[in-house]
């Protein structure tokens, strides 16, 4: 019936969705998703250096990842430079290096396309252990700085008044944004991560009123776009990653009938 | 350093610039449990800037702020927020704080906007939003209320009636304001202490002392003297026990 490797790529990518929907969210709302882009990008250089000295992949992105949204911090400071034009720098730059990198190591055999675009036969037990122990760590975590990091992203002033500390909730939040593009790499592929992130999102964007509802129809787009993806993947032998995508903007576009339909209905 | 037990946020020479330019500057203040202080001022001269040192948003300043309390109520006199996202009234109620519904119940009903509970926020208009934040900010119960033009597009009757809730907060909570208000009518008739800026402290003291003041009486013109003056007359005359009214 299935493969092994299938139901490990599904409990892999049923993990990583469940983690995307919430984060997702705050990238739409934050207006984050070139953000997230900027270090999907700079996860290659992660996954080079993996390679290079032997260290787990997941760890070694989420290092490189993190090093990156600092060095944003840092420039944001020290330059006059537009957020957009330092982030379309640093994601160009560091996915420039890192392929200029992988043309040096030639004793290695690279699956760029698997990297770019995500390959389920790669998902290995230990890969879905780091996103079983990871992704619940990172919900956790954001479960706990919800607050402020909700509070300061409508209003930022009003958290700040009230006393809700809302610049370590957005560091923090940073680091929850490696953290997800880490562990999610080897099953979505770093130029689609962001779209595992906003798609779903949006789509909940489409069919919710509260916040709480917006999350919950996230991560159930997430999940339907993993399973309909995977098997699509599957069935066509196309790679997961964009499977995944096409899947998530499939509903999207379900989501946008919907709407239509409502709008009627008022009139 | 002060004992004093009473007070909530305390100013010493505070101010605040950006590279070289002061937005305020030298500002000593302080804000007592149950007593309400107003800053009153031209446009530009550094009110809100004072509120945001006050509460600690702008954090790279010049002199001292003390602040003896976390709970705060804060409304600001500008608010962005991004229509984005999906918030309802009810959710924006619980932003910085978990309430009980009969709270959120209470303080929406006390600013009049209680049948608006299940709306989404960008569907409000500016009066009905003003209303949403001023009962939000009350419905933490804060030690600290900040107020900045918190009547800002409400109707006339609305604006009388929530400076009265505003008051009747102070005695209940016995929680400390800090307003901001171009309405020197309230500003006269409810305030205990009043600070005139200009970039600096122009005069401070009680609201009679303030209006007497040459630099405010420069800066608001004669009009400001006769709304005084109006508020004055009110107690031209005293009651008697037979409840006539006789002339002083």
């Keep these: ?267 | 350093m002060t004992s004093n037990q009473n007070i909530l946020v305390k100013l010493n020479q505070a101010g605040f610039r950006i590279k070289d330019k002061w937005l305020v500057k030298g500002v000593s203040l302080q804000i007592e449990k149950g007593k309400i202080v107003t800053l009153i001022g031209p446009n530009g001269s550094g009110k809100s800037t004072t509120a945001k040192i006050a509460l600690g948003i702008y954090k790279k300043i010049d002199g001292e702020v003390e602040k003896y309390t976390n709970k705060v109520g804060y409304v600001p006199q500008k608010i962005s927020i991004d229509w984005t996202l999906p918030l309802r009234v009810k959710d924006f109620m619980v932003l910085t704080e978990n309430l009980k519904d009969e709270d959120i119940n209470e303080a929406l009903s006390l600013t009049g906007v209680i049948q608006l509970k299940n709306k989404n926020l960008g569907d409000l208009s500016g009066g009905e939003f003003q209303r949403v934040l001023i009962a939000r900010a009350i419905s933490k119960k804060p030690d600290l209320l900040v107020l900045d033009e918190p009547v800002q597009g409400v109707d006339f009757t609305g604006e009388i009636a929530l400076y009265k809730l505003i008051k009747k907060i102070t005695d209940e909570l016995n929680c400390g304001i800090l307003l901001i208000s171009h309405d020197l009518h309230t500003v006269m008739s409810a305030t205990d202490h009043v600070v005139c800026l200009n970039g600096h402290v122009c005069c401070s003291g009680s609201p009679m002392d303030v209006a007497k003041n040459n630099e405010y009486k420069a800066l608001f013109g004669e009009q400001a003297f006769q709304i005084l003056s109006r508020y004055e007359h009110r107690h031209d005359h005293i009651h008697t026990n037979e409840g006539e009214i006789k002339k002083n």
């Design chain 1, 1 to 267: 019936m299935l493969d092994d490797f299938f139901i490990r790529a599904l409990i892999a990518g049923l993990g990583i969705a469940i983690v995307t929907g919430p984060l997702g969210c705050f990238v739409i709302w934050r207006r984050l998703s070139y953000f997230g882009d900027t270090l999907a990008h700079s996860a290659l250089l992660g996954v080079t250096l993996a390679y290079t000295l032997e260290f787990n992949i997941a760890f070694s992105v989420f290092i490189i990842s993190s090093l990156i949204a600092l060095i944003l911090i840092q420039l944001q400071k020290r330059t006059n430079l537009p957020g957009d034009a330092l982030l379309g720098l640093l994601a160009h730059s560091s996915l420039a290096v890192g392929l200029v990198v992988i043309g040096f190591l030639t004793f290695i055999r690279f699956d760029i396309m698997g990297l770019l675009f995500g390959d389920i036969l790669a998902v290995t037990v230990d890969d879905i252990l780091i996103i079983w122990i990871g992704g619940p760590l990172i919900l956790l975590v954001l479960k706990l700085i919800w607050k402020p990091l909700f509070a300061s992203t409508v209003n930022y002033e009003l958290a700040e008044a009230e006393g809700l500390n809302p610049d370590r909730a957005k560091a923090i939040f940073t680091i929850l944004m490696a953290g997800i593009i880490a562990i999610s790499i080897k099953m979505v592929g770093l130029l689609l991560i962001t779209g595992m992130l906003i798609i779903p999102a949006a789509m909940a964007r489409n069919i919710s009123s509260s916040p709480q509802s917006m999350v919950i129809y996230s991560i159930l787009g997430g999940l339907l776009s993993v399973v309909l993806g995977l098997f699509t993947s599957l069935e066509f032998n196309t790679s997961s990653g964009p499977s995944i995508i096409a899947a998530s903007l499939f509903l999207f576009i379900l989501s946008l009938l919907n709407i239509k339909q409502s709008i009627k209905l008022k009139n």
